[in-house]
């Protein structure tokens, strides 16, 4: 078994370890998941679905920069003719890799 209680082979297949999602938490998080799992928030059905929310955060982060790996092995268009005619200064590669969790949290409450 190992630290989340999960068989050996089930581990072995890819599922992320604890410490292995957590590197992509703030401080912060990891700290909630820390009290979380040492049962110092209440009730017991929170636990269980913060944990998850937490996972999820950090399963999107990952994402995130996996995707933001890709992109940046791709070429760059910025000063394009078909740029220049449209207007716009930078190509959609750059504009996405210049986005930030902030810019993105920013327009969801723009948007609320």
């Not at 190992?2 to 938490?25: C, F, H, I, K, Y």
């Not at 740029?83 to 969801?108: H, P, S, V």
Request: aromatic share 4%; charged share 30%; with cysteine.
């Amino acid at each position: 078994m190992d630290t989340l209680g999960r068989r050996n082979d089930v581990a072995q297949v890819g599922v992320p370890t604890l410490e292995e999602w957590t590197s992509w938490l703030t401080e912060e998080e990891r700290w909630d998941v820390g009290a979380i799992r040492q049962g110092m928030s209440h009730p017991a059905f929170v636990q269980v679905v913060t944990s998850g929310f937490i996972q999820t955060i950090a399963a999107l982060r990952a994402l995130v920069a996996e995707k933001d790996k890709g992109l940046r092995s791709a070429p760059c268009r910025c000063g394009s003719p078909v740029l220049m005619l449209l207007g716009r200064d930078r190509c959609t590669r750059c504009d996405t890799l210049a986005l930030t969790e902030d810019d993105i949290l920013k327009c969801l409450e723009e948007k609320t």
